[in-house]
């Protein structure tokens, strides 16, 4: 008897934990008043709702669901963290501009273990400014400026290439093209020439980037670390090589970052290094590649917006002394209406679901409060002037926008003056929250009559 009533108190005991527990999981403390939503399943969250996939250019039906339901900042609980959700053009702005203050820049574990832990990203204060500093020795406007030549050189190859095939992949091709671009001017890669494909270890990484994470042999999530780790070695493996040959005059970013090493004043470290080059290679390709293709596809739905953008290019060869001559820096920087219409595709293409950060300290903001320690997603439902966040926002704005932009706008000027295309299959779309067309983009590229 006495057993059977040690064994009810402890069952009693554990019912009790058990639901105390969840109590606290689904009421967070606060000293303040906490946005309105839920935190969805002890640990797991809503994290499944999150990732569920979804078939539109639209913001995902998770967010305008709860948008519905709890108005325009919500909390919710993702992969075992507690997040506030803002939807919030104001709140999203200040977010932005108490950036090392009140927030600082954050993801969660697996985007850190996926990207490595001394990745830009999740650097903050004096380390980060150096590291955007180097960057912009890469990607500020005299370095794109000499630059340009070479990537319209790269647009106009591929694009006679393509137009020779009776069908081609856009996204495949877009970001191969970009790619091979890319790992040239930072690494000296030639991929015609390497023994080893490079490209094919961030292919592996890619498709398992924005997936449930659970690192079990055969899930997405694994096969992403699986590339990260291979193309990590095989980087390391040029950085040794460069090292031990050093080159004579500085021609590419690794001749740097060997500069940089070397300095006995130095903050850089070979692992911080490595997360740096693969950040880069990384940010450069993947989603540049998926804004032409999204861009291409627009094209052909919006036949008035490729009229357009075709008479801007256009308008732009008319006015040269030689209309064969090279696109120039000015040229460039005139593309009004370009520029325009890749904003708009870089926000409807956008790979991350939001802008994160973590809050530092406790804030108020609209009657709610935002406790310290806790996460926040900003996310873009309109892309409206200060608050457009594609490329970020705030102090850590993008250092690879102006890169991503002249890509763009020089592949565009090359594929609207000489060549029309036709969708053939493909372009349907999905998210899971990030953008993928998992049948391709199939089209077929001609040259225009003379």
């Known amino acids: 008897m006495e057993e059977v009533s040690l064994a009810f108190y402890i069952g009693v005991l554990f019912i009790t934990i058990i639901t105390y527990w969840v109590y606290k999981w689904k009421n967070p403390r606060c000293n303040g008043v906490l946005p309105p939503g839920s935190m969805g399943w002890p640990l797991l969250g809503e994290t499944l709702k999150f990732f569920s996939p979804y078939k539109t250019y639209d913001i995902s039906p998770f967010v305008k669901d709860r948008m519905k339901r709890h108005g325009p900042i919500f909390k919710t609980s993702l992969v075992g963290r507690p997040v506030i959700v803002s939807t919030d053009a104001d709140l999203n702005y200040f977010i932005f501009q108490q950036e090392g203050k009140s927030f600082q820049s954050w993801y969660p574990d697996t985007f850190t ?35 340009l030549p070479d990537v319209e050189n790269a647009s106009n190859l591929n694009l006679k290439r393509w137009s020779s ?31 080893e494909n490079l490209r094919e270890s961030f292919v592996a990484f890619i ?12 899930t997405a999530y694994h096969k992403c670390l699986q590339g990260r780790k291979k193309a990590m070695k095989m980087l390391k493996s040029m950085l040794q090589e460069r090292r031990e040959r050093p080159k004579k005059v500085q021609t590419d970013f690794f001749d740097y970052v060997l500069k940089e090493l070397q300095r006995e004043d130095t903050m850089l470290t070979e692992d911080i290094a490595l997360d740096l080059m693969f950040v880069l290679l990384f940010a450069s390709f993947e ?27 256009e308008a732009i060869i008319k006015r040269r002394g030689n209309p064969d001559s090279g696109l120039t820096w000015n040229e460039y920087k005139s593309m009004r209406f370009t520029f325009q219409f890749i904003n708009e595709t870089v926000r409807l293409a956008n790979i991350v679901p939001g802008i994160f950060r973590k809050a530092l300290r406790e804030t108020k903001f609209k009657g709610y409060t935002i406790p310290a320690g806790w996460a926040v997603m900003g996310v873009d439902t309109n892309g409206a002037s200060r608050n457009f966040m594609a490329f970020g926002g705030g102090m850590r704005f ?29 372009g349907d779309i999905l998210r899971t929250p990030g953008l993928q067309f998992p049948n391709g983009f199939h089209v077929n590229i001609s040259e225009k009559d003379k």
């Open 113 to 147: 273990e996926i990207f490595g832990k001394q990745n830009v990203g999740s650097l903050h204060g004096f380390m980060y400014k150096y590291l955007k500093n180097m960057m912009l020795n890469l990607f500020g406007p005299e370095s794109l400026r000499n630059m």
């Open 165 to 195: 095939q009776n069908t081609v992949e856009i996204k495949d091709s877009t970001a191969e093209m970009i790619f091979d671009l890319t790992a040239k001017k930072l690494i000296s890669y030639d991929s015609e020439k390497s023994s």
């Open 207 to 218: 498709q398992g980037l924005i997936s449930f994470p659970i690192d079990i042999p055969g």
């Open 287 to 313: 989603t540049t590649s998926l804004a032409l293709t999204l861009a291409m596809k627009l094209l052909v739905d919006h036949p008035l917006v490729l009229k357009e953008l075709t008479e801007e290019h």
């Open 398 to 426: 993008c250092v690879g926008t102006d890169f991503t932009k002249v890509q763009m706008a020089v592949f565009l000027h090359s594929l609207v003056t000489k060549y029309k295309w036709k969708a053939i299959k493909g």
